[in-house]
């Protein structure tokens, strides 16, 4: 398994994946809509990721297929709240169709030295909240709810 930084030729099999997540997620919360378009607006933003200097994306290759990625953003923190600064996660998602153990530990493995390149201490992630097995990943790796982020269509 090789993990390393993202180039645009990555972003079709990438697009995929986060593609698989998302229709995996949506079968369970009826909050997510996906576009007809939406891997293709989803490679544009990624395009952009890949060349920010805020962002660090890292893809993990497996005997030449992708098998996951994870971007994560440094983004201010809260006015009036520590960290000053922190680590957003953008995305992350590996292939559901390959077991690859310890694959995602390996991705946040590069997230936390990226961070930590750049005196980066802290990282906030969006769980879905219907998806146990993402949030018992975190939860494993002493992540604590900080604050609950609702939905509302008005």
């Not at 996906?34 to 497996?62: H, K, Q």
């Not at 292939?95 to 005196?119: N, T």
Request: charged share 25%.
């Amino acid at each position: 398994m090789q993990i390393r930084l993202a180039v645009p030729s990555d972003l079709q099999a990438a697009a995929r994946l986060w593609h698989d997540r998302m229709a995996l997620l949506q079968q369970t919360d009826t909050c997510i809509k996906l576009l007809p378009d939406a891997a293709a607006r989803w490679r544009i933003e990624a395009e952009r990721w890949i060349a920010s200097d805020a962002v660090g994306f890292y893809v993990a290759e497996a005997e030449g297929d992708l098998a996951g990625f994870a971007a994560v953003q440094v983004v201010p923190g809260r006015p009036g709240l520590r960290p000053a600064r922190l680590g957003v996660i953008l995305d992350m998602a590996v292939d559901l169709h390959s077991a690859r153990s310890g694959l995602s530990e390996q991705l946040l493995g590069k997230v936390r030295r990226w961070l930590a390149s750049k005196d980066i201490h802290h990282l906030e992630i969006d769980v879905p909240a219907r998806y146990p097995v993402e949030e018992a990943f975190w939860r494993a790796r002493r992540a604590s709810v900080r604050f609950n982020r609702y939905w509302l269509e008005i």
